[in-house]
């Protein structure tokens, strides 16, 4: 059982709303030895991801926002019975998953959203230049935030 699971998704296809899955890829390398961590690099959140996260002690999403200022990186605390943040491309929200996690297994840990804001979302491979430049920050965000956790 893993104490920390992290959780970054976006299309790799559209540009700036790859850095979620990009981080976790990253992260996924970083702590591939440390068995108190499971990283999921994915496309989208799904319902099935209830299970995994109510094994967990905290959960930290990563994601692209919509608005904002480019790169600009901001750290949210993750209610169950709030909506999460509304600046996002994706169906189904993380605070979503977490009441599903809370619902199906009578667990609800900690759990944060941490987003990068993004400039352009075209059918292209790769980060902007502005995100590429800040992904580094992103994850060295996300490994502050597990820190306490390990």
């Known amino acids: 059982m893993s104490n920390i699971l992290i959780i970054g998704y976006g299309n790799p296809l559209r540009e700036d709303d790859a850095a ?7 992260l996924a390398e970083i702590y591939a030895k440390d068995d108190s961590i499971e990283v999921m690099p994915l496309i989208q959140l799904t319902p099935e ?3 995994p996260i109510s094994r967990a002690k905290l959960v930290v ?6 608005e904002g200022a ?3 990186i901001l750290i949210e605390e993750i209610g169950i019975t709030g909506n999460g943040s509304g600046s996002h491309a994706h169906d189904l929200r993380p605070a979503a998953i977490m009441q599903m996690a809370k619902s199906l297994y009578s667990q609800s840990p900690k759990a944060y959203l941490i ?3 993004g400039l352009n979302f075209g059918l292209k491979q790769g980060l ?4 590429h430049n800040r992904l580094s920050d992103l994850i060295q965000t ?5 820190a306490n956790y390990k």
């Open 61 to 66: 999403f990563i994601d692209t926002a919509l």
């Open 20 to 26: 979620g899955f990009l981080a976790a890829e990253k």
């Open 70 to 72: 480019p790169g600009h």
């Open 115 to 117: 987003t990068i804001t």
């Open 142 to 146: 996300v490994t502050d935030v597990t």
């Open 128 to 131: 902007t230049e502005t995100l």
């Open 49 to 51: 991801l209830a299970e």
